[in-house]
Nanobody, 118 residues
Framework: QVQLVESGGGLVEAGGSLRLSCAASGRTFSAMGWFRQAPGKEREFVASIIWSGGRINYADSVKGRFTISRDNAKRTVYLQMNSLKPEDTSVYSC?????????????WGQGTQVTVSS
């Protein structure tokens, strides 16, 4: 059974930091990503990492502030979020791709709330 379990969300003041974790189990994946969705808005891409090789992509809105990384042994992907802004407030979800042939993500976690107060 495939599972993606996020943790690390919470409430933080503007300018603060949080680290999200996503523990993957049940099968191997080609890539992992973080997405977020604020109330009344569409889900948006945040960052992604290729499991083998580590190629990374970021949304322009988080470049220089967020860092995605992975721990192969723990099968866990992290999202270090620094210099947080109120507009970063969202439900953050991790997702996994079974193959690099398709761009779509096949599996999704349940999401974790991040709230940044001004």
């Amino acid at each position: 059974q495939v599972q993606l379990v996020e943790s690390g969300g919470g409430l933080v003041e503007a300018g603060g930091s949080l680290r999200l974790s996503c523990a993957a189990s049940g099968r191997t994946f080609s890539a992992m990503g973080w997405f977020r969705q604020a109330p009344g808005k569409e889900r948006e891409f945040v960052a992604s990492i290729i499991w083998s090789g580590g190629r990374i992509n970021y949304a322009d809105s988080v470049k220089g502030r967020f860092t995605i990384s992975r721990d192969n042994a723990k099968r866990t992907v992290y999202l270090q979020m620094n210099s947080l802004k109120p507009e970063d407030t969202s439900v953050y979800s991790c997702a996994a791709r079974s193959t690099l042939i398709r761009a779509s993500y096949d599996y999704w976690g349940q999401g974790t709330q991040v709230t940044v107060s001004s």
